[in-house]
């Protein structure tokens, strides 16, 4: 589907096409997208916000023609209720610091889940350790399904906030976040959402869903890397002090006290990444025309595909089999270790990844090293599962 519009696909890697299977970690660009950040820099790259002149306020339009792209993407209620960061990293560490310290305090609660990736454990370990807070976590079975029943258990009175994955990068489990948000709502605890791997598959409404906060990345969505976005609701907005200081977050300054913008722009210190932003909300723009759930529906016929011609192979452990997941499937063969496979594979011209996937307490859970890892995304095609197959067939014969 639409492969065309991916030029870096139509390659050859080691005299063999390129198929590329690593999509969770990042999703190829479209020429749409591409041109837009060109374009850009061809034409109005100024800085944006504080001048007057004629390329300064059509920078700043289209960054917030971006913003507005964006918050109607995610059905939020507001604008401003959309901040621009770096990416998910970014922006669970603006979450993480600027809400503990104005939430958090000695004794107090912030509940996880196993599964998470690694940007959405070290952030709130950081600054649990700061305010004499920690971090719970909450399990998940045998295959890979979150044990959600167990949440309302692990809520005490001094949980300040709950921190989940939509969608596990390293197991593909979509996690039952209405029903998480849900139970920690009827505690008044909030729920922050850590979007990454959902935000290119799943149709997300954050007023429908009701999160508190939810975040991406650009770069996984067929956009640019270096942009990435939290939503987060006015209200806790307003009461979280600025994460970073600095030009753009500010209504005054002396040298004695700086008083705050107001929201988004209070989150947003220096120079945004504004060509980023464009590409951003091309790459909506790109997902918007083909639409979510046909996007959807095509990965999830990739995904039954590969698992039946995997399981016809034989001889691989599926870790992550939870009956609702998304086009990704982690794996490893019995007895080989996922990298000799994974050098095997790169050489057959198909990219997959792997190790431990950015989730180490996951593959603590299972007792393995890590695991091979492909994941869909909408240009791919059936042919090139079968060269996968192929890719496995000789890592099989090579060491089996
Ligand atoms: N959370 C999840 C679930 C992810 O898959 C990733 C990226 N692998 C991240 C967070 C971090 O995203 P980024 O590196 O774009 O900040």
């Not at 190790?355 to 307490?361: D, L, S, T, V």
Request: hydrophobic share 40%; proline share 4%; with cysteine.
């Amino acid at each position: 589907m639409n492969r065309k519009d991916f030029i870096i696909l139509d390659q050859k890697i080691y005299d063999r096409p390129l198929v590329y299977f690593d999509n969770a970690a990042t999703t190829q660009k479209p020429e749409i997208v591409i041109n837009a950040m060109s374009d850009y820099y061809r034409t109005i790259n100024s800085n944006i916000h504080r001048g007057v002149h004629y390329l300064s306020q059509r920078a700043t339009d289209q960054f917030e023609i971006a913003r507005q792209r964006v918050r109607a993407f995610i059905n939020a209620a507001n604008n401003h209720e959309i901040i621009f960061t770096r990416g998910t990293t970014e922006a669970i560490n603006l979450v993480a610091s600027s809400f503990g310290k104005a939430f958090l305090c000695a004794g107090d609660e912030v509940i996880i889940t196993e599964m998470e990736h690694h940007a959405n454990i070290v952030p709130w370990q950081m600054i649990c350790e700061e305010r004499g807070a920690k971090v719970k976590a909450l399990s998940f079975d045998s295959r890979g399904v979150l044990e959600a029943e167990k949440l309302e258990s692990l809520i005490t009175e001094k949980t300040k906030i709950v921190s989940i994955a939509h969608i596990s990068n390293a197991l593909g489990t979509i996690n039952p976040i209405k029903q998480i948000i849900e139970i920690a709502h009827r505690h008044d605890i909030p729920v922050m959402v850590d979007g990454a791997q959902a935000i290119s598959h799943a149709k997300v409404d954050v007023q429908e869903l009701d999160c508190d906060f939810y975040c991406f990345s650009g770069h996984k969505m067929y956009g640019p890397m270096g942009i990435g976005v939290l939503y987060g609701k006015e209200k806790w907005l307003d009461k979280m002090p600025p994460y970073q200081g600095g030009g753009e977050m500010i209504k005054k300054v002396t040298i004695e006290k700086t008083t705050y913008a107001d929201l988004p722009f209070k989150f947003e210190a220096g120079t945004p990444a504004v060509g980023d932003a464009i590409g951003l909300e091309k790459a909506i723009e790109y997902m918007e025309n083909i639409g979510i759930e046909k996007i959807a529906n095509h990965e999830e016929e990739l995904l039954q595909y590969g698992v039946a011609k995997m399981q016809e192979l034989g001889g691989i452990d599926f870790v992550g089999t939870a009956p609702d997941k998304t086009a990704i499937i982690s794996f490893n063969f019995k007895g080989i270790h996922p990298y000799d496979a994974g050098v095997i594979i790169d050489r057959m011209g198909v990219a997959v990844r792997t190790g431990h996937h950015c989730a180490q307490p996951v593959m603590d859970h299972f007792g393995i090293p890590g695991t091979i890892r492909a994941s869909f995304a909408l240009y791919n095609e059936k042919w090139e599962i079968d060269m996968l197959i192929e890719a496995l067939k000789k890592v099989k014969m090579m060491f089996g």
